[in-house]
């Protein structure tokens, strides 16, 4: 599978409250700030569907507003739940501005969130 890295917006203008919701290349993407940098994880919790961007950021990891479910920000690692591990999508900061990495097919209906 191929991949093309997509500007997303410029590292000073990223929200203070840390996360952003944003769609890339079809896929819903979600971007939070890590201890080291950013880090970009498909925007869909492996139990059922729900778009994790809704959910609060605490200690390092998102926590799933339908039931729960946390999962680390840094690796995408099911944390709190019995449930996969979320996809990550390659993230890098050039001149100012943070790019994500994202495959050129978009996503199938088993990787697109269920919209609330
Ligand atoms: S949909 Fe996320 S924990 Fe159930």
């Known amino acids: 599978m191929t991949a093309t890295w ?6 000073a203008a990223f929200p203070e409250e840390g996360k ?9 993407v979600l971007v939070a700030r890590t201890d080291d940098g950013f880090a970009a994880l498909n925007d869909r919790c492996t139990h059922q569907a729900a778009q994790l ?3 609060k950021i605490r ?3 998102v926590m799933c507003p339908l039931h729960g479910a946390r999962f680390e920000v840094e690796t995408g690692k099911c944390i709190g739940g ?3 591990d979320l996809r990550k999508f390659d993230l ?3 001149d100012g501005t943070i790019e994500v ?3 050129d097919e978009p996503p199938g209906l ?3 969130p269920v919209l609330a």
């Open 6 to 11: 997509h500007s997303l917006l410029a590292e």
């Open 20 to 28: 952003l919701a944003t769609q890339i290349a079809g896929w819903h």
């Open 53 to 55: 961007s809704g959910g």
């Open 59 to 61: 200690r390092g990891a």
């Open 82 to 84: 019995a449930y996969a």
């Open 92 to 94: 890098r900061v050039s």
């Open 101 to 103: 990495c994202m495959p």
């Open 110 to 112: 088993n990787e697109t």
